[in-house]
């Protein structure tokens, strides 16, 4: 069974950092795109980054570009989000997800679920 823990949420300031963390079990995990997602009170759950299953293909949504950096270590069943610049509108709940594809893409068609991160970024 696959099971998706995240960790590293918080409160911090605008402007400051934060570093997501997703530890992965119950599956192969080299084998699988990952990504991260996010829901705002009163918004719809939006993608936020994904990558592949190497590495070498990432995407993210415009407004967290040059900001958020998305990783992973496949020796450690790990996936990152790098949240630098922290702005108001980056408070939401952060969700990490994979799918059974080495292929990442930018929607979410993602079947399992972490139970999600608090972030919450004052101004």
């Known amino acids: 069974q696959v099971q998706l823990v995240e960790s590293g949420g918080g409160l911090v300031q605008a402007g400051g950092s934060l570093r997501l963390s997703c530890a992965a079990s119950g599956l192969t995990f080299s084998t699988y795109a990952a990504g991260w997602f996010r829901q705002a009170p009163g918004k719809e759950r939006e993608f936020v980054a994904t990558i592949n299953w190497s590495g070498g293909s990432i995407y993210y949504t415009d407004s967290v570009k040059g900001r958020f950096t998305i990783s992973r270590d496949n020796a450690k069943n790990m996936v990152y989000l790098q949240m630098n610049s922290l702005k108001a509108e980056d408070t939401a709940v952060y969700y990490c997800?994979?799918?059974?594809?080495?292929?990442?893409?930018?929607?979410?068609?993602?079947?399992?679920w972490g139970q999600g991160t608090q972030v919450t970024v004052s101004s």
């Open positions: 997800a994979v799918r059974p594809f080495r292929t990442a893409t930018m929607d979410e068609q993602y079947p399992n």
